[in-house]
């Protein structure tokens, strides 16, 4: 499987739209150009440049600079009324706009600061029981069984978990260190005495498919520019080869160069959602359930909020006062007067 497969992306009625003239090609060069020099992910450079050309195509084919906020507010709009988008999608096109305009064009207009983000609404997180996930866990086999008892039994999110690189696990100390979390911050998280032989057996795997690659003259994983200039054989030494590398080989879509990715994000989810059917939970679980339940379960066993905040990396204690909720019984904890007739 392809681990650069494109992430889903909205459908248009528009799609039909005519090939985008030399000009819109260069505009989107530059965002491209704009986003790498700024080292936003790969997956941030694909959404935005899919909404610059989705707004562009939106109008006509106009450029940008002949726009301003009517236009903007038009395209916003028609998201939010008829394609009825959610409020991530929503949020997510005007930041790729804001994005064009401050970043790539360098226009830094007053209307730009008037667009509101739409409010996300509240939700409590899906959390499930040490039972079901002890049930849940049950049902999984093989090395993604073993992905899932690690993300669950440290809280990374799933990326996080499928970028760690070799050097990165620490056994001695007992210690996972997570490379570039979100907002790009570095934090150490706990390794399970549970999953240390699992993951000595992976680092097994993964050292036989660094040792093959090496051998047929595959080119080294991915590194940031700077890293790779800073240690120009870093790509290829095993230190910084995947804990979980894919089985087969991809394209690099920045690089060009065939090589091997980490393992794709879509083989624990369909995994996942295998096991939680034949566990028999009839309830919305995804991988990131398995982070809600760490944090729940931690706070359960009586460790404070502030030691939960920094495991799992959030720059604000009040992201992690939501897991306080789930505690809770239904009703905030009260008893309902009908169980006390």
């Known amino acids: 499987m392809n681990s650069y497969k494109q992430p889903g992306k909205p459908r248009s009625s528009r799609s039909e739209a005519p090939a985008p003239p030399l000009q819109a090609v260069r505009l989107l060069d530059q965002v491209r150009e704009s986003i790498r020099y700024k080292h936003y992910s790969y997956r941030t450079e694909q959404q935005y440049v899919y909404w610059v050309r989705f707004f562009v195509r939106f109008h006509g084919l106009r450029h940008p600079r002949e726009m301003g906020a009517p236009e903007v507010e038009r395209f916003l709009s028609w998201l939010a009324v008829e394609r009825k988008v959610a409020v ?135 590194m940031s520019e700077s890293l790779a200039r800073k240690y120009p054989h870093a790509a290829e030494s095993c230190p910084w080869f995947w804990v979980w590398p894919s089985p ?63 495991l799992l990396g959030h720059a604000d204690v009040s992201t992690t006062m939501i897991y306080t909720h789930v505690l809770n019984k239904g009703g905030r904890g009260v008893t309902s007067p009908l169980d006390q007739l």
């Open 88 to 222: 991530s999608t929503h949020k997510q096109a005007l930041s790729a706009l804001i994005f064009l305009y401050r970043q790539v064009l360098n226009v830094d207009l007053p209307w730009l600061a008037e667009f509101e983000r739409p409010k996300t609404p509240v939700r409590l997180p899906t959390v499930l029981s040490r039972e079901e996930m002890s049930l849940v866990l049950s049902a999984m086999e093989g090395p993604i069984a073993d992905l899932a008892r690690l993300v669950y039994g440290t809280g990374m999110r799933l990326m996080e978990a499928l970028r760690l690189r070799v050097k990165d696990v620490d056994f001695q100390r007992r210690m996972i260190v997570v490379r570039e979390g979100k907002g790009n911050k570095d934090r150490g998280v706990m390794l399970p005495d549970r999953c240390s032989a699992a993951l000595h057996e992976q680092l097994r795997r993964a050292h036989l498919l660094w040792a093959q690659d090496r051998a047929d003259g595959i080119p080294g994983v991915e």
């Open 248 to 310: 087969t080989l991809s394209v690099d879509p920045r690089s060009g160069l065939r090589r091997r990715h980490h393992l794709y994000e879509e083989r624990l989810q369909l995994a996942l959602r295998k096991a939680v059917s034949l566990a028999g939970i009839a309830r919305h679980v995804s991988v990131h359930t398995l982070r809600h339940s760490f944090a729940t379960h931690l706070l359960e066993g009586g460790y404070d909020i502030r030691t939960v905040q920094e």
